[in-house]
């Protein structure tokens, strides 16, 4: 019996380029530093001019080669920041003319806890969150929730908002907004961050371009627990928007 002839489909592929799977990928067990580089690879050219709005201790330009870019570097810290980082900036507030950067990098605490023990055994960040007294909301300007200024989980997400609404004023068109960010469970509640700040994000004229997830390659501190409900999280995301 003659064998039956196979028809193959033809590929839609492009036969031009060289095949390689030295691609940069979305998941990594690896620190920020060693991801950040990628993200720049993949979206930002050379020469463009970004900034890095709560730039802390510098990290994520540890393996950067600074001079491929025009580079801003601010913090709302008035001190104990690296040379070249300019204190008491908010990133709800920036001294940046409208559409003025191609780039923008935002990095806040992800949790807030003002003394309260709403996330017990997680470090307290509320030292920079000082800002919220500044009497602004997302909420408040939206003319919700006039009488409170948020806190915990609430208080995160209002400063991703604010900041974002002040990114997508500095950015110019097609500005990429890279935002780094993670879940938490609050109260007893699982807070998917990242997808809550995509969700607001859309509504400002954002679109989402790549998440990439960061696992730690430590294991996180234990805290102490009579029952575990939810996992312990050992990922945190580096999301890439565009301005349209
Ligand atoms: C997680 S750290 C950032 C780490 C940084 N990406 C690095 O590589 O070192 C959070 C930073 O956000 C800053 N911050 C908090 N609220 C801010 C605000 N409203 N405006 C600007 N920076 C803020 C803090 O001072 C802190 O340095």
Redesign the pocket.
């Given at each position: 019996m003659s064998k039956p002839t196979i028809k193959h489909k033809k590929s839609e592929r492009i036969n031009t380029g060289e095949s390689t799977n030295a691609l940069i990928h979305s998941a990594h067990v690896a620190t920020?530093d060693e991801v950040f580089p990628m993200i720049l690879d993949l979206f930002v050219p050379t020469s463009s001019k970004v900034a890095d709005?709560?730039?802390?201790?510098?990290?994520?330009w540890k393996k950067v080669n600074k001079e491929d870019y025009d580079l801003f570097f601010s913090?709302?810290?008035t001190k104990g920041l690296p040379e070249g980082c300019v204190p008491g900036?908010?990133?709800?507030s920036l001294p940046y003319e409208d559409e003025s950067f191609d780039a923008l990098v935002f990095?806040?605490?992800y949790m807030h806890t003002p003394g309260g023990t709403a996330h017990n055994g997680h470090q307290n960040f509320e030292q920079?969150y000082a800002?919220n007294g500044n009497g602004q909301s997302v909420n408040r300007e939206k003319g919700k929730d006039s009488t409170e200024l948020p806190k915990y989980h609430e208080a995160v997400l209002d400063?991703y908002y604010r900041s974002a609404l002040e990114a997508y004023r500095v950015l110019k068109k097609n500005g990429i907004y890279i935002v780094k960010c993670q879940d938490e469970v609050c109260s007893n509640k699982q807070r998917l961050t990242h997808l809550e700040i995509t969700i607001e994000l859309q509504n400002y004229g954002f679109i989402t371009e790549d998440l990439f997830v960061v696992v730690r390659k430590n294991k996180p501190g234990v805290s102490r627990m009579k029952k575990q409900y939810h996992a312990r999280k050992n990922h945190s995301y580096f999301m890439i928007y565009r301005k349209l």
């Open positions: 920020n709005v709560t730039y802390g201790k510098g990290v994520f913090d709302i810290k900036i908010d990133s709800t990095d806040p605490p920079y800002n400063l």
